[in-house]
């Protein structure tokens, strides 16, 4: 579906395209300070992003020798992706399939239920603009404050402001582009190698990498990377309708605007409150708009002016469109005043949660939780891999007999060391040899695993001189545990002389 819009208002039609330029300059945006409920919500959530962001390298689980002690780690040496009980082998990738679905299926189902709730609290972009802007307001001042700093000439003061705060801002994004590499190679192990100059070059160029864009979308580009830059907000109204809970301006109340002490006229004060606290600069009585990422702020700065105007708050509030429309055919006989506000409020519905997009939502996401629980419980601990060489594709042997080379690679993901037997399955007659591998007493080669590791071993399968194959034979390599059941098999294929 299209862009949701308030039934009360619609932005205004646009201009034609052949008067509007190709091009306008950026008109800077001076979020003011509010506090509220919402505020505080953010608040909160920004410091569990940040405290997680910056402190999980740091968490040590123990695996054992020669293994990483860290909860969370991309090993790249090792091949691995380790969180906490869990290690992940690169031909595992399926998993990040699955958690990748997974986000994608709770964004969207988190947006039909409650709008840009992603884009308003939990974002990074929306949660480092925020750290960014705290630390401007603290050296520069609020709105007012910065919007005449602006406007003063190069001073001593304004020079003064201006480093402190870009110091700041690169000490944060220096520290975000630290913490990112630390997700990549033990941090314990990384952070003395990286402050003497003897990290690896990967983790110089991706911390300035890191570094850079932190710099400069948190603080310099801003709404821009919202507006412009994330196509999140092309499409994310197809997850919307109107049971979705957005940040809506309850025109019925408000309108006609006017001011505090006149007479016949709607709540609204007309103060440009909402619009003062907006990171992206809208004005929220104008409907529902791409640029709004759902913050909420705007209720908070409403409620504000409200609550000193001894008027009942939720001018602007988290709200359906269903209990919008509702609640203004509700109030539309009634003359501005409580009693249209009572008639309005009574018409509300509690939030539908439960209705067949969130239902098709809800079952996607436990189809792909039990497939991935499935494929977890299945997981096998031990794997063949058996590459056939290919130049040359046989060897004739002095006998007369034929000779195919191969190289088996055998992964264990436990912690033990395991002991299989190696059983070919084929025609009757071919004789298998491993280098380098003991004997059991029935004459089976042995092969010995390594923890959490791979070991590689060279087989060579023979057939004898007047043994009559095919030019191509499939056979079968399988690992046999001590109590003679086969724990993994392998199919490849043994190839001769056409007959």
Known sequence: MGEVKSPERTR?????????????????????AV?????????????????????????????????PNQAVLVDLSHGRLFFFWFEIWPQEVYYLTGLLML???????????????????????????????????????DRNARMKLDLQPWTGEWLRKKALTHAVWLGIAMATGGAWIMYFDDALDLTPRFFTGRASLENYVFFGLFTATTYLLAGWAREQVCTYMCPWP???????????????????????RGKAKAQGIGDCVDCRACVHVCPTGIDIRDGQQMECIGCGLCIDACDDVMGRLGRPQGLVAFETLVNLAASEAAAKPVAPGPQRQACGMQARKPLRILRPRTL?????????????????????????????????????????GTRNAYTLKVGDKTRGIETYSLVLDGPAGLQMTVQDAEYDPAGQPVLFTRPDGITQWRVLVAAPRGLRLPE??????????????????????????KP
């Open 360 to 400: 098709v939502y809800a079952g996607v996401l436990g189809l792909v939780v039990a497939v991935m629980a499935g494929a977890w419980l299945l997981r096998e601990t031990t794997s063949l891999a058996v590459i056939r060489d290919r130049a040359p594709i046989f060897v004739r042997l002095a006998d007369g």
């Open 12 to 32: 205004p039609e646009a201009a034609p395209a052949s008067a509007a330029p190709l091009y306008a300059s950026r008109q800077k945006v001076y979020p003011k």
């Open 103 to 141: 986000g994608a299926i709770g964004l969207f189902a988190a947006t039909s239920l409650f709008g840009r709730v992603w884009c308003g609290f939990a974002c990074p972009q929306t949660v480092w603009t925020d750290l960014f802007m705290l630390v401007e307001r603290r050296i520069q001042g």
């Open 35 to 67: 506090r509220g409920r919402v505020r505080l919500a953010k608040w909160l959530i920004l410091a569990l992003c940040l405290g997680l962001y910056y402190t999980v390298p740091l968490i040590r689980w123990d695996r054992g020798p020669d293994l």
């Open 234 to 256: 092309r499409f994310q109204a197809a997850m919307l309708d109107e049971n979705s809970l957005v940040v809506t301006y309850r025109a019925w109340r408000g309108e006609p």
């Open 472 to 497: 191509s034979v499939p056979v079968t390599f399988r690992l046999v545990d001590a109590r003679g059941h086969t724990e993994v098999r392998t199919a490849s294929v043994f190839l001769g002389p």
